[in-house]
């Protein structure tokens, strides 16, 4: 079993960026495909960007894609999410979600292809 936690987020403006880390502990990260995902209030969680064991495939909701950048480091035990252009349409508590039993190359969308979930970190973009 993993634990995931998340930290990173915070009050920015409009154009602004962050970079939300997520850190992994209890299993290696290499074990897992990792996903980020976000809940606005009154909206139901959404996906926002997968990457795969290995690092090399990568997807992204199209609302955040060319803005956000998901990568990892298996040797830290951490997967980031650079978030830049931010609007407040993305205000949100991001959460980071890890996916077992996938081969190196898979990427997952599906809220239920995660086994294991953060506590999720509130990111709020003022206008």
């Known amino acids: 079993q993993v634990q995931l936690v998340e930290s990173g987020g915070g009050l920015v403006h409009t154009g602004g960026s962050l970079r939300l880390p997520c850190v992994a502990s209890?299993?290696?990260?290499?074990?897992?495909?990792m996903g980020w995902f976000r809940q606005a209030p009154g909206k139901e969680r959404e996906f926002v960007a997968a990457?795969?064991?290995?690092?090399?495939?990568?997807g992204y909701a199209d609302s955040v894609k060319g803005r956000f950048t998901i990568s990892r480091d298996n040797v830290k035990n951490t997967v980031y999410l650079q978030m830049n252009s931010l609007n407040p349409e993305d205000t949100a508590i991001y959460s980071c979600?890890?996916?077992?039993?996938?081969?190196?190359?898979?990427?997952?969308?599906?809220?239920?292809?995660?086994?294991?979930w953060g506590q999720g970190t509130q990111v709020t973009v003022a206008s």
């Open positions: 979600a890890a996916s077992a039993g996938n081969s190196y190359s898979v990427t997952q969308t599906a809220r239920n292809a995660y086994d294991y």
């Open positions: 209890g299993r290696t990260l290499i074990t897992y495909a």
């Open positions: 990457i795969s064991r290995s690092g090399a495939n990568t």
